[in-house]
């Protein structure tokens, strides 16, 4: 999620139950906790482009990382609201600030290591987008509100709005799941892995994509509230089969990388059609009927023992964009 929304919701946690005396010290410290999490994008290395995929969303959002990272919070925020808080409320609301951050990452795509280090799997609800404004404009309105104001109501309907907000989108994904499975049993495919996902800043024109018979099927689906849904046609692309493709360099780090990559894109592979030596992360597209991954890793198997790069693929060219608002808008289908 963006960080203006995940600070929102840090000060919202922290307001929710802070008194009048200390509303916006508590609402700044949960804010700042919030944000703390995602500091994890900072750990990278010149040489392994990998790891900061694989280090951002990991221990930093665990479930049983946030009292360590309140406390780290605590450490960094208590010098500047001593005057306002005790050492053990600053705490409190730094971890309902801190406690936030996982969750919130949690709604939206890509996945976080919730249960780490107990568990690798990453998790993702896939109902929101990691950017959404109508979602913050509401939770900006009644934060900022209740911080200038310092009453806790206003901190309940800021609540009460990302609640509301994210209920209405599980049922347009829920929606959309119930969509794919007619799409499949309509061309005769057994699904066997489905992602459904809001595409980017709305909740209407939704990704559809789910794998069968080692293949990647796209759709689009335009989904506005108490009307039919439209259906976009998409593509199709085969599915990499990385291990058989690159079964020689087996224990070299170019077979190691294509492995983490594979483990980071729920195995989802796919041949970038526009860049012949790219591996993409077929979950992820500019437009939701299209098969052109947004970013992959660049694969030379003349150096099989050099880290592979990464590298982002985004067209945001005119017609693309075009495209997606004649799909949001239902100006054409496909």
């Known amino acids: 999620m963006d960080p203006v929304t995940h600070g929102?919701?840090?000060?919202?946690?922290?307001?929710?139950?802070?008194?009048?005396?200390?509303?916006?010290?508590?609402?700044?410290?949960?804010?700042?906790?919030?944000?703390?999490?995602?500091?994890?994008?900072?750990?990278?290395s010149a040489s392994?482009?990998?790891?900061?995929?694989?280090?951002?969303?990991?221990?930093?959002?665990?479930?049983?990382?946030?009292?360590?990272?309140?406390?780290?919070?605590?450490?960094?925020?208590?010098?500047?609201?001593?005057k306002y808080l005790t050492l053990k409320q600053t705490y409190l609301f730094s971890l309902a600030g801190y406690a936030t951050a996982g969750l919130m990452d949690l709604i939206t795509s890509y996945g976080v290591l919730?249960?780490?280090?107990?568990?690798?799997?990453?998790?993702?609800?896939?109902?929101?987008?990691?950017?959404?404004?109508?979602?913050?404009?509401?939770?900006?309105?009644?934060?900022?509100?209740?911080?200038?104001?310092?009453?806790?109501?206003?901190?309940?309907?800021?609540?009460?709005?990302a609640i509301g907000y994210l209920l209405f989108a599980f049922t347009?994904?829920?929606?959309?799941?119930?969509?794919a499975q007619e799409i499949a049993d309509s061309k005769n495919h057994q699904i066997q892995q489905l992602i459904v996902k809001s595409t980017i800043?709305?909740?209407?024109?939704?990704?559809?994509?789910?794998?069968?018979?080692?293949?990647?099927y796209s759709f689009g689906l335009q989904s506005l509230p108490f009307a039919e849904p439209v259906v976009l046609e998409g593509t199709?692309?085969?599915?990499?089969?990385?291990?058989?493709?690159?079964?020689?360099?087996?224990?070299?780090?170019l077979y190691q990388d294509i492995q983490r990559f594979s483990d980071l894109s729920e195995g989802v592979l796919i041949q970038h059609p526009d860049h012949k030596n790219v591996i993409g992360d077929g979950r992820y597209s500019m437009l939701p009927t299209t098969n052109a991954p947004l970013w992959g890793i660049e694969?030379?198997?003349?150096?099989?023992?050099?880290?592979?790069?990464?590298g982002t693929y985004r067209d945001a060219s005119?017609?693309?964009?075009?495209?997606?608002?004649?799909?949001?808008?239902?100006?054409?289908?496909?």
Not at 202 to 215: K, P
């Open 8 to 44: 929102l919701i840090g000060a919202t946690a922290s307001q929710s139950f802070a008194k009048k005396k200390s509303f916006r010290a508590a609402a700044i410290v949960g804010l700042g906790s919030a944000l703390l999490a995602d500091l994890d994008v900072f750990i990278a």
């Open 48 to 82: 392994d482009p990998l790891l900061n995929l694989e280090m951002h969303r990991q221990f930093t959002h665990s479930l049983f990382f946030i009292p360590v990272g309140a406390l780290v919070a605590t450490l960094l925020s208590y010098w500047f609201v001593k």
């Open 114 to 161: 919730l249960f780490w280090p107990f568990s690798s799997e990453r998790y993702s609800m896939d109902i929101i987008s990691v950017f959404d404004p109508f979602f913050t404009l509401g939770v900006i309105l009644f934060t900022g509100i209740a911080f200038y104001k310092r009453e806790k109501l206003y901190t309940w309907f800021a609540l009460a709005w």
């Open 299 to 310: 694969i030379d198997t003349t150096q099989p023992n050099t880290h592979v790069e990464f």
């Open 172 to 179: 347009q994904q829920q929606k959309g799941v119930r969509i």
């Open 318 to 334: 005119e017609e693309v964009r075009e495209s997606f608002i004649d799909m949001l808008f239902g100006r054409k289908l496909y």
């Open 201 to 216: 800043a709305n909740q209407i024109l939704w990704s559809i994509r789910y794998t069968t018979d080692d293949s990647l």
């Open 236 to 253: 199709s692309a085969p599915l990499l089969q990385w291990k058989d493709a690159y079964s020689q360099f087996e224990g070299s780090v």
